[in-house]
């Protein structure tokens, strides 16, 4: 916890403490897309709410991803999201 004279209660274990932590949290939150990720993500002062807002657009846009066998080599099997029963946008939370 950060307070207006610093780290309270406890130290910072590493020097980018606060990045690492930014890096689980996106990694974590994408994770619950279901599927492995491969690809960049490029954030400036982001939270939860814009990592879910990224995994729904990106579930919500026809052809921006594609779920590929995870045992396949490069070219390999791949399948059209509607296999996944995911042809449909995500709705929003409101």
Do not use: C
């Not at 279901?34 to 990592?51: D, K, Q, S, V, Y």
């Amino acid at each position: 916890m950060i307070g207006e004279t610093g780290v309270l209660n406890n130290k910072l274990r590493f020097e980018d403490e606060f990045v690492r932590h930014k890096i689980l949290d996106a990694v974590g939150d994408l994770a619950l897309i279901g599927f492995p990720l491969l690809g960049r993500l490029e954030a400036t002062r982001a939270g939860h709410a814009l990592h879910t807002a990224v995994a729904q657009k990106l579930l919500a846009t026809p052809g921006a991803y594609e779920i590929v066998a995870a045992d396949a080599p490069s070219g390999g099997r791949s399948w059209p999201a509607a296999h996944w029963g995911l042809e449909s946008p995500v709705e929003s939370p409101a």
